[in-house]
């Protein structure tokens, strides 16, 4: 079915094309060539990671956290249940123990003081899920990772360009994983990053990036030939995925500043319906900045959500919900220990996504609030 309004539009800043172009006439189009180094540069420079390590995709990139965390079987991860499966498959893939942790009452990052509780003996990360590029309490989490010895993992899959107290998302933890899937503000269709904060993780995570071969320090002139001395696989994406994605990095600016104007008016024409009590809105900590990925909604329960969606759809829009909780699906909930999350749940149940595009209209989100408001 079509819809009038779709929930997300990809967004093409007109540059992907020749872009793809250029990477095709230098005549190297398999990962690491000269867009893929202009990409990791770029956030390099601009957030002031250590390193960066362009990926096929955010879930790769969790994946070579999973593997640099060095995790054993048994050994025990502390991520939210209210995430992407991403997050818990790849410390799953590697033997460890998913430990599902509660959202907050006022947003659906995790709720850190519900950590502590959580660590035992076999604890070893912390996997922080940014949600909708809102950042987790990351001061309070450091804290607890320094005093248990424990490593951070940022999940910030959907927190590109947002920051915490002034610092970037991503580089606050250990490492990091972002997303530029069609769905995100910066896009490659699909693409994602590892970004590396933790020296002792570079040479590593060179050689996993690199099908296990220390091929990048070859190329480097650092040995006079590579071979196979780690496990790996191939995480780098092909020359065109970084091609499209450096004509998207050298509009953020633009991009961002056209979705922020359409989150803000959502804000500004729902607000009176929140406080008549008719649902919340997105809910900012003074720590946080808003990199307007998302724009949501949370109802009162699973009927009004389906109601809205439903009246929504009826007017040829799409809005849609989001995460099931991890620690109920099919696959984890044998292995869960038991432990009710409700605010997990209530997300789940009622949380709702708007419209946001960079090709969404102003006037778009004018018809939407209007049919909501009705």
């Known amino acids: 079915m079509s819809y009038a309004i779709p929930f997300n539009k990809p967004h ?90 509660d959202s907050m009452k006022r947003n659906p990052n995790l709720d850190a003081e519900k950590i502590e509780a959580l660590i035992t003996p076999r604890t070893r990360v912390i996997v922080p899920v940014h949600y909708a590029g809102v950042a987790c309490d990351m001061d309070r989490i450091m804290e607890i990772a320094d005093k248990h010895h424990l490593l951070v993992v940022e999940d910030a899959a959907q927190a590109v360009d947002a920051y915490y107290k002034g610092r970037p998302l991503g580089r606050i933890g250990h490492l990091a994983a972002f997303s530029f899937h069609e769905t995100k503000n910066i896009i490659a269709g699909e693409g994602g990053a590892l970004c590396i904060n933790d020296p002792r993780f570079i040479r590593r995570a060179e050689i996993l990036w690199e099908k296990g071969t220390n091929r990048a320090e070859f190329f480097r002139g650092e040995v006079n030939k590579y071979g ?77 959500r389906s109601a809205l969606i439903g009246k929504l759809k009826e007017n040829g829009i799409l809005a849609v919900f989001h995460y099931l909780s991890l620690h109920s699906s099919p696959y984890y909930a044998p292995k869960h220990d038991g432990r009710a999350l409700p605010e997990c749940d209530r997300y789940a149940d009622c949380l709702v996504r708007l419209p946001l595009y960079y090709d969404l209209g102003l006037e778009d989100v004018d018809r939407i609030c209007a049919i909501i408001k009705g």
Request: glycine fraction near 6%; proline fraction near 4%; hydrophobic fraction near 40%.
């Open 228 to 304: 196979w001395v780690d496990i790996g696989s191939s995480f780098l994406p092909s020359e065109v995925v970084s091609a499209f994605l450096w004509a998207q990095l050298e509009s953020m600016d633009g991009i961002q500043a056209k979705r922020k104007a359409l989150w803000e008016r959502y804000f500004e024409l729902l607000k009176p319906l929140a406080d008549e009590g008719r649902f919340t809105l997105p809910d900012l900590p003074d720590y946080a900045t808003n990199n307007a990925h998302m724009f949501y909604l949370v109802c009162h329960n699973l009927e009004e």
């Open 12 to 101: 093409l800043t007109g540059k992907e094309t020749e872009y793809i172009r250029e990477a095709v006439s230098l005549g190297k189009l398999s990962g690491n060539g000269e867009f893929t180094k202009r990409c990791q540069a770029f956030l390099e420079q601009r957030y002031g990671f250590k390193k960066c390590l362009l990926t096929t995709s955010c879930t790769d990139a969790l994946e070579m956290c999973a593997l640099l965390c060095d995790l054993q079987p048994g050994d025990e991860v502390i991520i939210p249940s209210y995430t992407f499966v991403s997050t818990a498959l790849a410390f799953v893939r590697v033997g460890a123990k998913v430990v599902f942790a």
